[in-house]
């Protein structure tokens, strides 16, 4: 058991290491390791909580990047494209998860730069709001992936 916690650690930390940008897009990263019967032992949960001094130092430069939400939509497509692998290690769940999180991070935090942008991230958010994620059934997580995967080749 130690050795798969020691080895989730440091592989949850090439990943972020890897795809720092999108960490702290979707401001959280999860990771849950199985065992050899494919039996859930743990699950790595990395989110971020900014504190007030954090505001005071840094302003928020994403408010003031006017291409923030295209840079959200790329990031979502390669998201579900990794998602949509036949042998990808991510669940729809977790995508689903992610993709929510980007949306409604871009809706509440970016400037939508042009009405296009904007209505996709309205349509994900629509479509990911008040459901629970982790409570889908494969079928219905597949299904709703497949909705946001649509949504996301405007």
């Known amino acids: 058991m130690q050795e798969a ?28 390791v199985f065992s050899c019967q494919g039996e859930i032992l743990f699950q790595l949960v990395v989110s971020v909580v900014a504190t007030p001094a954090v505001a005071a130092i840094a302003p928020n430069e994403r408010r ?31 995508a689903l998860s992610t993709l929510a999180a980007i949306a409604a991070w871009v809706q509440s935090e970016a400037p939508t730069d042009s009405a296009a942008c904007g209505t996709v991230i309205d349509l994900l958010v629509d479509l990911t709001a008040g459901v629970d994620i982790d409570a889908l059934d494969d079928a219905q997580a597949l299904t709703l992936f497949r909705r946001i995967e649509n949504g996301l080749s405007f």
Do not use: H, Y
């Open 5 to 32: 916690q020691v080895e989730a650690v440091r592989t949850l930390g090439e990943l972020l290491r890897d795809d720092g940008p999108g960490f702290w897009i979707s401001r959280e990263a999860r990771m849950i």
């Open 64 to 94: 003031e990047n006017p291409d923030a939400c295209r840079k959200a939509l790329w990031e979502m497509r390669e998201i579900a494209a990794a998602a949509a692998l036949q042998d990808s290690p991510m669940t729809d769940q977790e």
